[in-house]
T-cell receptor, first 114, second 111 residues
Framework: DAGVIQSPRHEVTEMGQEVTLRCKPISGHNSLFWYRQTMMRGLELLIYFNNNVPIDDSGMPEDRFSAKMPNASFSTLKIQPSEPRDSAVYFC????????????FGPGTRLTVT | GENVEQHPSTLSVQEGDSAVIKCTYSDSASNYFPWYKQELGKRPQLIIDIRSNVGEKKDQRIAVTLNKTAKHFSLHITETQPEDSAVYFCAASHGNNRLAFGKGNQVVVIP
């Protein structure tokens, strides 16, 4: 298995632009997590899905952030409009469901908003 | 919600010495405690985990101990090597399959 796949790996955009981050979880994993990592806040859980259904989005910073999981093999995290304070590394992770299991992280997307 | 704290934030050790990182958590219902290692510019990767039905688990040079009464668990690295230099994150289960992460410890192994 190729592991969790994320794209793009790097994204530089101007303030106000829309940004879409993509994730493909490990095949057979039914739970998917989006995290944001910064020096100040560490690893923050933004939202997670179970069987393609959003379970908890309380970590989503504000309405500018939205996430979807249209099928078991694809998820997106969208920021519209983007702001400089959104600059961070965004990780997607997946795991088995039905309990608490190891989460496998993707390589991350480094987002820079100027 | 679950609150996970790690101490110390930075730890420097001489190569060959041991390193110990401690984590505390607040949710007494937590029952799964993983440790992740993140090298510079890389993704976090699981190095060891423990469930609440055991008190200690060992894997070669690393071990994790759990004290559920005191709500803390620790990572022990023996015979440290330069490749052990990284940021280490502890986490505790929170709810059905969520993890709450600590803010990380920077471990520097001095050759």
């Amino acid at each position: 298995d190729a592991g969790v796949i994320q794209s793009p790996r790097h994204e530089v955009t101007e303030m106000g632009q829309e940004v879409t981050l993509r994730c493909k979880p490990i095949s057979g994993h039914n739970s998917l997590f989006w995290y944001r990592q910064t020096m100040m806040r560490g690893l923050e859980l933004l939202i997670y899905f179970n069987n393609n259904v959003p379970i908890d989005d309380s970590g989503m910073p504000e309405d500018r952030f939205s996430a979807k999981m249209p099928n078991a093999s694809f998820s997106t995290l969208k920021i519209q409009p983007s702001e400089p304070r959104d600059s961070a590394v965004y990780f997607c992770a997946s795991s088995q469901s039905g309990g608490v299991y190891e989460q496998y992280f993707g390589p991350g997307t480094r987002l820079t908003v100027t | 919600g679950e609150n996970v704290e790690q101490h110390p934030s930075t730890l420097s050790v001489q190569e060959g010495d041991s390193a110990v990182i401690k984590c505390t958590y607040s949710d007494s219902a937590s029952n799964y405690f993983p440790w992740y290692k993140q090298e510079l510019g890389k993704r976090p990767q699981l190095i060891i985990d423990i469930r609440s039905n055991v008190g200690e688990k060992k894997d070669q040079r690393i071990a994790v101990t759990l004290n559920k009464t005191a709500k803390h668990f620790s990572l022990h690295i023996t015979e440290t090597q330069p490749e052990d230099s990284a940021v280490y994150f502890c986490a505790a289960s929170h709810g059905n399959n969520r993890l709450a992460f600590g803010k990380g410890n920077q471990v520097v192994v001095i050759p």
